[in-house]
């Protein structure tokens, strides 16, 4: 059976000859949005999305865990809170919420946390297992308390591919998902620069692009529309690639 991440990343492989001139058609994008759109909606009618991904055992932890994006952020701000081992990093969690909230890394670590050990599915057709220690994402949101008007999630990131910053979004049903942490640990260890210290999401049902690194600011908006390019995320904004990128 052909999984949908080897049917996404294969379809790419076939489209990649014509990629110049497709990327120039309108007609041709808003073409794989809808197509978007019908397999989110499928996927959410027959799939149960408060099930677990699946969480392998100690023996199964690859050897490396390769990082995805970035690996360093060229900022002299970040530059500055590496040296200090992030003791002056804060998170900040604002947009349509109750109560704002700037948190450091000892605040967030002593949380309650939960440890996990998953596979992560790059687009690039790569896959590492790895344990991941965090606070779940619905215990600050909880804290910070929604308002009625929230439906998505941004998470706004220290890198930049270029001019552009990077940052992602997910729904609020992936949002609460006990799966979908706030990573500071990986493997036992402090999360290492490469893999997107200080903190980074992993949200365990979508493919690896979703998951942020280097966060910096969680925003609780109405729509994606005003966010960057208001595709929800920068590869989304610049290469089409799905929103909804579950797996």
Known sequence: MISRRHFLIGGAGLLLPGCDRLDRNDTFKEGLRAAERLTMAAQRLVTDRH????EYGPEDISPVFRPNGNVMPQS???????EGG????????DGLVERSLSLSLAQIASM???TQTTRHDCVEGWSAIGRWTGVPLARLLDLAGLRESARFIVFHCMDRFGALPYYESIDLIDAFHPQTILAFGLNGRRLPIANGAPLRLRVERQLGYKHAKYLERIEAVASLEGVHGGRGGYWEDSNDYEWYAGI
């Open 51 to 54: 099930a677990l991904a699946r």
């Open 76 to 82: 002299p701000d970040y530059a500055r809170l590496a």
């Open 86 to 93: 992030f003791a002056d990093w804060r998170l900040r969690v």
């Open 112 to 114: 309650p946390r939960r």
